[in-house]
């Protein structure tokens, strides 16, 4: 056992590189800020072999890496077995027993102070440690699903409705076999299925944002008028994606003769997403450097209304000192001020009148722009924003070793 500071093992659903998705974003930033002070090993699940140009990303703030390759026809076999233990569909897809021993092994020869779980779907994997863990929720994902249903084909409703109530019931469960417990927002911690008394316990560790790499850029043409950065592939972002090209678009060319452009870009666009593009919509689809997409464009607008979380979308191209539009929802997990870093909207109509109020008053604009990047700056540094969770790994390692 460490004498100064606790060695950390940090168990992930995914490798966490490529930052393509908001879950793998904050755990690789998080092990990132976390190697600073602690000793920290990584034991992550993946659908085959890692690149080695991915590797070496994560490499660098690991003392030793373990990845466990999970077939997809496992994966498939997994659901069904875990069906039969009460797992939710996403625990099953993602719990596989033989990796779980071979964790153990692994562990037990390393020998970690102290265990970090990221996401309720790797809690299986938490049992038979005697080390103090912690449970990172990120979301209500449970109710997540439940908000997500809408606007999908009646079958996949049904299945929504039964995966959220699963995952309701084991997010409540798995509550008491953990030693801390960390989630990503406010709403999101309310939106638990659990105890007033459980819940004041979780500790909220928001996201944060790499204030060095998005910075205001100036080495792009500003080709596009508005722009929506996603996994395009997940159902609210796809809801974005047509709310704005569908619903807000058409109200912006009815009241200014300005012929907007629009950028739709983010990782696996959903054939609903593709089928926007026309001679003044692009849907990229996934970027190297998702930069380029905000720098290439005046307006982020975001038009959200389900899902969980905090949006990390928002607050790059808020550092990046581009004028954000999003829903009061989104806003809530952020806590930005309509009119001074932000502005809010929950309507077609409202959308596409501050747009147009953006586009048309430089001054408004040009404010909004350099306040949102001094806000991120001095908020949501993934330094500022981990320390919580800092905070917590010294309390419960303290703890253990008095015991």
């Given amino acids: 056992m460490s004498t100064l500071s606790p060695s950390v093992a940090v168990f992930t659903s995914r490798f966490p590189y490529p930052?393509?998705?908001?879950?793998?974003l904050r755990i690789y930033h998080q092990i990132r800020v976390l190697s600073r002070q602690f000793e920290v090993y990584l034991f992550a699940l993946s659908d085959g072999d890692v690149p080695p140009s991915h590797w070496a990303q994560v490499e660098q703030y690991c003392r030793q890496i373990r990845v466990y390759?999970?077939?997809?026809?496992?994966?498939?076999?997994?659901?069904?077995?875990?069906?039969l233990r009460g797992l939710p569909l996403q625990v099953g897809y993602f719990y596989d027993p033989d990796v779980a021993a071979k964790m153990r092994e692994d562990v037990e020869r390393i020998g970690p102070d102290l265990l970090y779980f990221h996401l309720a779907r790797m809690a299986p994997y938490a049992h038979h440690f005697i080390q103090p863990k912690i449970l990172d929720y990120m979301d209500a994902?449970?109710?997540?699903?439940?908000?997500?249903?809408?606007?999908?084909?009646?079958?996949?409703?049904l299945l929504y409705v039964l995966e959220s109530k699963w995952?309701?019931?084991?997010?409540?469960?798995?509550?008491?076999?953990?030693?801390?417990?960390?989630?990503?927002?406010?709403?999101?911690?309310?939106?638990?299925?659990?105890?007033?008394?459980?819940?004041?316990?979780?500790?909220?560790?928001?996201?944060?944002?790499?204030i060095f790499f998005f910075q205001p850029y100036m080495g792009?043409?500003?080709q596009y008028d508005l722009c929506f950065v996603g996994n395009l592939g997940y159902p609210p972002n796809i809801h974005a994606a047509r709310y704005l090209v569908r619903q807000i678009l058409p109200l912006l060319r009815r009241k200014s003769n300005h012929p907007w452009k629009v950028l739709l870009a983010g990782a696996r666009p959903h054939a609903q997403v593709r089928r926007l593009a026309s001679k003044d919509i692009t849907v990229s689809g996934w970027l190297e450097d998702i930069r380029h997409a905000y720098a290439s464009s005046r307006i982020f607008v975001a038009p959200l209304f389900t899902g969980t979380g905090l949006q990390n979308k928002i607050l790059e191209a808020m550092a990046m000192g581009i004028p954000c539009i999003t829903s009061t929802m989104v806003n809530n997990a952020i806590g930005a001020t309509d009119g001074e870093t932000i502005l809010l909207a929950n309507t077609p109509e409202e959308f596409a009148n501050k747009i147009l109020l953006l586009h048309q008053n430089e001054a408004l604009y040009k404010g909004i722009s350099e306040r949102a990047r001094q806000f991120v700056e001095q908020r949501y540094s993934w330094e500022h924003k981990t320390q919580p969770l800092?905070?917590?790994?010294?309390?419960?390692?303290r703890s253990n070793r008095r015991s």
Avoid at 69 to 83: C, D, V
Avoid at 167 to 189: C, K, L, P, V, W
Avoid at 197 to 204: F, M, N, P
């Fill in 141 to 157: 994902f449970g109710w997540g699903m439940r908000h997500r249903r809408y606007r999908l084909p009646l079958w996949q409703q």
């Fill in 167 to 210: 995952m309701e019931h084991y997010e409540a469960n798995i509550f008491d076999s953990f030693d801390g417990h960390t989630i990503i927002s406010q709403q999101d911690r309310e939106r638990l299925p659990l105890p007033e008394r459980q819940r004041q316990r979780i500790v909220i560790v928001p996201n944060g944002v790499d």
């Fill in 19 to 24: 930052l393509e998705r908001g879950d793998k």
């Fill in 69 to 83: 390759p999970i077939s997809k026809s496992r994966r498939l076999w997994n659901i069904a077995r875990g069906g």
């Fill in 390 to 397: 800092i905070e917590l790994v010294n309390r419960l390692w």
């Fill in 220 to 222: 792009l043409e500003r």
